[in-house]
Nanobody, 114 residues
Framework: QAQPVEFGGGLVQPGGSLTLSCQVSRNIFLGNIVAWYRQAPGKQRELVAAIRRGEPVRYADSVKGRFTISRDSNQNMLKLQMNNLKPEDTAVYFC????????WGQGTQVTVSS
């Protein structure tokens, strides 16, 4: 199956904003979950924001009020609007469906630093 393709990362100062985008396969898009994850150096990959079928959108406590996940059904695209970025948001960001089913993409690096 086609891997997700994430893009939009970069270097941003604390307090800045970035919008990440991800192209996913139709199979991922039609699954029970589409989500953004991130992995910081030396840490395990964690869920950042998820859209689950039939449930409210879910965010990690650390990003609530700052990040917004959205989807474009016509283009099989997933986006993550990130505002008021903090140094602790520095990580490689991935999008995916259920990771038990689908393989990971390469991710996109987000670095928050002055």
């Amino acid at each position: 199956q086609a891997q997700p393709v994430e893009f939009g990362g970069g270097l941003v100062q604390p307090g800045g904003s970035l919008t990440l985008s991800c192209q996913v396969s139709r199979n991922i898009f039609l699954g029970n979950i589409v989500a953004w994850y991130r992995q910081a150096p030396g840490k395990q990959r964690e869920l950042v924001a998820a859209i689950r079928r039939g449930e409210p959108v879910r965010y990690a406590d650390s990003v609530k009020g700052r990040f917004t996940i959205s989807r474009d059904s016509n283009q099989n695209m997933l986006k993550l609007q990130m505002n008021n970025l903090k140094p602790e948001d520095t990580a490689v960001y991935f999008c995916n469906g259920d990771p038990r089913t689908f393989t990971w993409g390469q991710g996109t690096q987000v670095t928050v630093s002055s």
